[in-house]
């Protein structure tokens, strides 16, 4: 079996791991051998594809990014039909018999319609929001928590050295995971959901609080979180898959904060990207591997049109329809955990 890799979508902490362990377990097990795609569902479309044998994966265990490369392409973009043409006419001219596509919500999206279309291919879950419903977790999350809460702490004693507010913008379009559990792991003193109304006035409430302890108060936002009833949307084009581009919401934040706190000194620090990058905790390189054995495993099995999931404790394929379908957003008995606390 020939068996062709993609990495597509925004890039986490990972996916080299994912790489790695499907294609030693594919060659050395099943006698597989491997192509990757550049540039996700681009390099499929146009044939972009090189060799992946073991000593090219052997040392990526520890490395950040992709060494394929990324990009939101969107293969159906023009049709159904279309786009799956293009990608048969593609696999059947470098002999590829089947697909494992690494991604998230869009990415495993386009795998979902190939499947139904007929074309061989598995999946395994990637992003760093933690938000795929048919998965427990995500690979990626526990690096992009990490960073996270390791650039609190260190905002947080220069927010105390100024008496000033720390407004730390992490990663989160619709689901909350990152800023739950950065603000939980770093005390945060105001913690801002996508999944729940802002109360401003009670943010401004908790800073005064924090203040008149003599403390110097920070706040976790989500890039999703509603500040003013809406998303904070930057002037930028949509993407191949008609997202928005999301931006704004801890300067939005600290507007509406120095409004109600007169006198208050405040910083706005957006992580952003810096999330994405770096070296993956040992976490995310474990269950990046698990999920790669998986996969190989289901392809061998001809157990196609599945994902690798975590669930509770065993990783398990699950069908691509149930991964895709619906968006695991923080429950309202996560966000009650902590309703009402003062830390």
């Not at 023009?78 to 786009?83: A, I, K, P």
């Not at 003193?189 to 006035?201: A, G, M, Y």
Request: charged share 20%; glycine share 14%; proline share 4%.
């Amino acid at each position: 079996m020939r068996v062709g890799i993609l990495t597509g979508g925004g890039d986490c902490p990972g996916l080299n791991a994912v790489i790695r362990a499907a294609v030693l377990a594919g060659t050395q097990r099943h006698g597989m051998e491997f192509v990757g795609f550049l540039d996700g569902w681009r390099g499929v479309l146009e044939g972009d594809a090189v060799p992946l044998d073991e000593e090219r994966v052997r040392p990526l265990l520890a490395v950040g990014g992709t060494v394929l490369g990324s990009s939101r392409t969107n293969p159906l973009a023009d049709g159904v039909d279309e786009g799956v043409a293009r990608v048969r006419k593609q696999l059947k001219a470098l002999g590829v018999d089947a697909l494992l596509a690494i991604g998230g919500e869009d990415t495993l999206g386009v795998a979902t319609a190939l499947h139904e279309a007929g074309v061989p291919v598995v999946g395994a879950p990637k992003t760093i929001d933690d938000d795929l419903s048919a998965t427990d977790a995500t690979f990626g999350f526990d690096t992009a928590v990490q960073t996270a809460v390791d650039a609190c702490d260190r905002l947080v004693t220069t927010g105390a050295s100024h008496h000033r507010a720390m407004i730390v913008e992490v990663m989160g379009r619709h689901a909350g995971w990152i800023a739950l559990h950065t603000g939980m792991a770093a005390g945060a003193h105001v913690t801002l959901l996508p999944e729940e109304d802002v109360d401003l006035d009670e943010v401004a409430a908790t800073v005064r609080a924090v203040l008149d302890r003599g403390q110097a108060p920070l706040i976790v936002v989500s890039e999703g979180a509603k500040v003013h009833g809406d998303e904070a949307v930057r002037n930028a084009p949509r993407d191949a898959f008609g997202h928005v581009q999301l931006g704004g919401a801890g300067e939005a934040l600290e507007h509406e904060v120095v409004a109600r706190v007169p006198g208050l000194s405040t910083r706005v620090t957006v992580l952003g990207h810096l999330l994405r990058g770096g070296t993956p905790s040992a976490a995310d390189r474990i269950l990046a591997t698990r999920f790669g054995l998986s996969a190989v495993e289901a392809l061998a099995a001809g157990d196609l049109g599945t994902m690798a999931s975590l669930r509770g404790v065993d990783v398990v394929q699950v069908p691509l329809a149930e991964a895709t379908g619906v968006l695991r957003t923080v429950p309202e008995s996560r966000r009650a955990e902590t309703a009402g606390l003062r830390w």
